[in-house]
C-alpha cells in the first residue's frame, strides 16, 4: 500500500492526526498479520477502529474526549446523531467498525477449548473489514477528486494479503519456495501496486533474495512486456504482470496448503 498516497489523501477531508494513527494502525495490522501473528493483527485492527472513529467524531463536530475516556461503543451510538453528517460517517463506517471491534474485544474469550482455533478466521475478518474500512474513508474524502487514482488506491487497499510475505525496516521478503529472480522482482512490483518502483529498487529486492547482481540485472532486463515505463525508469505492473504474480502466489499457496 501507497502509505503516503492513501494518508494525504484522507487529510483532505479528515483530521490529520487521527487519519494518521489509523493509516499507521492498519499497516501495523496486515504486517502482523503476514507474521502470522493472528493476535496481533485483530489488536491492531481494533486500534485502527478507535482510530477511525475519532477522526469521524471531529470530522463531524461532536466533542471528543481525552485519553481513555474515549470508548468505542459510546460513540458510535453518538455519531448517528450528528446532524448534516453525510450517512458514510453517521452510519455505515461506524456498523463496520462494531464488527471489527467486536472481534479485537473478544479475541480468545470466547473460545472452546474443544475447537478449532480460530484466531486466523478473526484476524482475517477483521483485516478484510478494515480495508473496506479504509476503501470507504477514502472514497468519501476524494469526493469530487481524482477518481482514477482514488480506484487505483482502493482496488490495492484490497488487494488479497499473504502470511509469506514479510517486511523489515522497508524492505520486503517474499518466502516463496525456488522462487526466481524475475519472480521476486515481479512480487516487488506486484507489492507495491499501484505504486511504481525504480529499476534500482527491483534490482537490490532481488539481491537480497541472496541472487547475484547479475542475475538481478538480468532479471529486471527481461520483465519486458509485464511492466509500463514512465520514462524515468520508475515500473508499474500491467495486467500481464500482476496475472503472472497472482499465479506465483497461487503456488506458494498450493505448496503450503
Not at 460513540?75 to 458514510?88: E, F, H, R, S
Request: hydrophobic fraction near 45%; glycine fraction near 6%.
Amino acid at each position: 500500500m501507497a502509505d503516503d498516497a492513501v494518508l494525504k489523501l484522507l487529510k483532505a477531508r479528515l483530521p490529520a492526526r487521527h487519519a494518521t494513527a489509523a493509516v499507521k494502525h492498519f499497516r501495523d495490522a496486515v504486517l502482523e498479520y503476514q507474521k502470522r501473528k493472528w493476535d496481533h493483527a485483530t489488536a491492531k485492527a481494533g486500534q485502527f477502529v478507535e482510530a477511525v472513529l475519532k477522526a469521524l467524531t471531529v470530522h463531524a463536530g461532536l466533542t471528543l474526549p481525552t485519553g481513555r475516556a474515549f470508548k468505542v461503543d459510546v460513540y458510535i451510538n453518538q455519531l448517528p446523531k450528528a446532524a448534516g453528517a453525510d450517512d458514510t460517517v453517521r452510519l455505515t463506517i461506524p456498523r463496520a467498525c462494531r464488527f471489527i471491534y467486536e472481534i479485537a474485544s473478544n479475541r480468545g474469550a470466547r473460545h472452546d477449548p474443544d475447537e478449532i482455533d480460530p484466531n486466523e478466521m478473526d484476524a482475517t475478518s477483521a483485516l478484510n473489514a478494515s480495508s473496506w474500512v479504509l476503501a470507504e474513508l477514502l472514497r468519501y474524502a476524494q469526493k469530487g477528486g481524482d477518481l482514477a487514482q482514488t480506484a487505483a488506491l482502493v482496488a490495492g487497499l484490497m488487494a488479497r494479503r499473504y502470511p509469506f510475505i514479510e517486511e523489515v525496516d522497508g524492505r520486503v521478503y517474499f518466502h516463496v519456495p525456488d522462487i526466481s529472480a524475475r519472480g521476486v522482482a515481479l512480487l516487488t512490483l506486484w507489492h507495491r501496486y499501484p505504486g511504481r518502483a525504480a529499476r534500482a529498487e527491483l534490482i537490490a529486492a532481488v539481491k537480497r533474495h541472496r541472487f547475484t547482481i547479475n542475475n538481478a540485472n538480468v532479471a529486471v532486463s527481461r520483465l519486458g512486456g509485464t511492466v509500463d515505463d514512465d520514462g524515468q525508469g520508475l515500473l508499474k505492473l500491467l495486467i500481464p504482470g500482476l496475472q503472472e504474480a497472482e499465479r506465483l502466489i497461487d503456488r506458494a499457496q498450493q505448496r503450503s496448503a
